[in-house]
């Protein structure tokens, strides 16, 4: 099973007008950037943006004391998300854009986008209940992998920020340098059973409901199952 599998399965779900959006949210660590870069490439046109894009600043979030909840509901702007969904039906719309490299928004990133004739949106807080109507979306994909898996899969990219770290001070990893691999290992552990897990069974994971189609993964990031979850994909 492949993207391509995936895309044909929204086909239904498409609108008689551009742009088609379809959103992809999970777990974090579960792999929606690629996933998302790889249903971008069954589409002639499609742009990509994520909702990461949409997070308040460090900034923000250190003076609601919320910095350490990175991720959870209450740390993005819902209204600013909702009006860059709703605006880009008719007209140009500004995406801004999130570093990981850095852990805060990057200003230079941000881009202004025409109505394309596919944009997916990846990233979490898809279709909660602060974000607005489920209108903002034709179709919303929820991706899955088994807990083991997805806490795997972050740790070995919390190490691959910090490697790279090594050679760029002004990396948020950079700060970790000092540690060596076995007690970075035990941080990335930490972070993801703290947080990331947290959110995922506190908020993440009820977008799969009002998700239209699931998408099962398993070790190695490999599709196993794409799951209709409405009547017209069945």
């Excluded at 742009?19 to 929606?32: C, D, E, L, R, Y």
């Excluded at 350490?68 to 995406?95: E, M, N, Q, V």
């Amino acid at each position: 099973m492949t993207a391509a599998d995936v895309a044909a399965a929204l086909a239904p779900l498409a609108p008689p007008g551009a742009p088609f959006i379809i959103g992809v949210t999970g777990s974090v660590a579960v792999g929606k950037s690629t996933f998302a870069q790889q249903l971008q490439g069954q589409f002639e046109g499609a742009e990509l943006v994520c909702t990461d894009g949409f997070l308040h600043s460090n900034a923000k979030l250190e003076e609601l004391g919320r910095l350490a909840a990175k991720g959870a509901p209450d740390t993005y702007d819902h209204l600013a998300l909702a009006s860059a969904l709703s605006a880009i039906r008719s007209g140009p719309a500004t995406f801004p854009a999130y570093s990981h490299i850095t852990y805060d928004i990057d200003p230079q990133l941000a881009r202004t986008l025409a109505p394309p004739p596919v944009l997916i949106i990846e990233g979490l807080t898809l279709r909660d209940p602060a974000t607005g109507p489920a209108a903002l979306l034709d179709a919303l994909i929820y991706i899955e992998a088994d807990e083991t898996d997805l806490e795997l899969w972050y740790v070995a990219r919390f190490l691959e920020l910090w490697e790279a770290a090594e050679t760029d001070p002004t990396s948020f990893y950079a700060r970790f340098r000092h540690m060596d691999r076995d007690q970075t290992t035990a941080l990335a552990q930490m972070v993801w059973r703290q947080v990331n897990l947290k959110n995922l069974h506190d908020h993440i994971v009820h977008a799969r409901p009002r998700a239209d189609l699931i998408v099962r993964k398993g070790p190695g990031h490999a599709i196993t199952a794409i799951t209709p979850n409405r009547p017209e994909l069945t």
